[in-house]
């Protein structure tokens, strides 16, 4: 097996992959009742809209999953997918990573469009 580091690594890179879904997801209805942030979170959501669709994907997703396969090189693939592969790996739901995709693109899409028509209403 790889060094614990790589494992401590991973382990980090989730942690902060998940809550940086939390904030897309969750800054959505905090701006609703926080018009000030919005923003901050259409900077977040455009950023992350760009990155993705410049890269084809997360480097968070990637860089995970080579300090798992470094820590142990058993681990099951991620096939481009955070989401479907944690969901898969802690509920059993067998999800494709182009329905998370899709799933995820709509829902930055309107936390964007939440986002400028907060913003045009001010």
Same mark, same amino acid.
Request: proline letters at 4%; hydrophobic letters at 50%; one cysteine or more.
């Given at each position: 097996? &790889? *060094?614990? /580091? *790589?494992?401590?690594?991973?382990? &980090?890179?989730?942690?902060? *992959?998940?809550?940086?879904?939390?904030?897309?997801? +969750?800054?959505?209805?905090?701006?609703?009742? !926080? /018009?000030?942030?919005?923003?901050?979170?259409?900077?977040? #959501?455009?950023?992350?809209?760009?990155? !993705?669709?410049?890269? &084809?994907?997360?480097?968070? %997703?990637?860089?995970?999953?080579?300090? =798992?396969?470094?820590? !142990?090189?058993?681990?099951?693939?991620?096939? $481009?997918? @955070? #989401?479907? %592969? *944690?969901? /898969?790996? @802690? %509920? +059993?739901? !067998?999800? %494709?990573? =182009?329905? #998370? $995709?899709?799933?995820? @693109? &709509?829902?930055?899409?309107?936390?964007?469009?939440?986002?400028?028509?907060?913003?045009?209403?001010?």
């Amino acid at each position: 097996m &790889g *060094h614990l /580091r *790589h494992k401590i690594l991973a382990d &980090g890179l989730l942690i902060l *992959h998940f809550a940086w879904v939390i904030l897309l997801i +969750g800054g959505t209805i905090y701006l609703i009742y !926080n /018009r000030w942030y919005i923003p901050y979170h259409l900077t977040i #959501v455009t950023g992350t809209l760009l990155l !993705n669709l410049a890269l &084809g994907g997360c480097p968070l %997703t990637w860089w995970e999953e080579e300090y =798992r396969k470094a820590w !142990n090189p058993k681990t099951e693939p991620y096939d $481009n997918s @955070f #989401v479907a %592969t *944690h969901l /898969r790996r @802690f %509920t +059993g739901l !067998n999800i %494709t990573p =182009r329905q #998370v $995709n899709w799933m995820f @693109f &709509g829902l930055k899409a309107a936390a964007y469009y939440v986002s400028i028509s907060l913003l045009i209403a001010r």
